[in-house]
């Protein structure tokens, strides 16, 4: 009898503490999607890109490989070579890009909107991504004026929702 009330007293009163803990747990281990980091619903950054082939000599947008990966920031970052993924271990935050990885230029008008990772600029070192290609054709006519504005209005812009 006794142990028949304390298995009640359990599912009671501990079960919905131990399924709260449970719940708690995995949001918090959820990507940030639609916070400061522009992530999809995976919590994967920049669409897959690798955010150090941005730099190369080339300079171009290249997808990652998604066996060869970084977290960072709550964020996955995918790389092309393992040489990428060391390197962006060693100073994420030279590779990361401005504004949470959300357009540049739409951060410089107050709002946050999803990128395409073929439309960007590197700009004294620094990564700059935009929404497609028309929009990155505005912000390369005056870069200095719109990351002016953008740097800005991020403090008040990274808490807002996606646009």
Same mark, same amino acid.
């Given at each position: 009898m006794l142990m028949t009330r304390t298995r009640s007293f359990v599912?009671?009163? #501990? &079960?919905?503490?131990?399924?709260?803990? %449970? *719940?708690s747990a995995v949001l918090a281990a959820a990507p940030p999607v639609g916070g400061e980091i522009n992530v999809d619903k995976d919590g994967l950054a920049l669409k897959g890109y690798d955010p150090v082939a941005y730099f190369a000599e080339a300079g171009k947008a290249t997808k &990652?490989? $998604?066996?060869?990966? $970084?977290?960072h920031a709550g964020a996955t970052y995918r790389f092309a070579t393992a040489e990428n993924k060391a $390197?962006?271990?060693?100073e994420p935050a030279k590779y990361v890009p401005q504004y949470g990885g959300y357009?540049?230029?739409? *951060?410089s008008k107050g709002a946050k909107y999803d990128i395409e990772?073929? %439309?960007f600029q590197v700009v004294d070192g620094k990564l700059y991504v935009n929404y497609d290609a028309s #929009?990155?054709?505005?912000?390369?006519?005056?870069p200095g004026t719109f990351i002016a504005k953008a740097d800005?209005?991020?403090d008040s812009v990274k808490s807002k929702p996606k646009s």
């Open positions: 599912r009671r009163v #501990v &079960g919905p503490f131990a399924a709260l803990a %449970a *719940v &990652g490989d $998604a066996a060869i990966t $970084a977290q $390197a962006f271990e060693k357009c540049a230029y739409g *951060v990772p073929t %439309a #929009v990155q054709k505005k912000f390369t006519k005056d800005k209005n991020w």
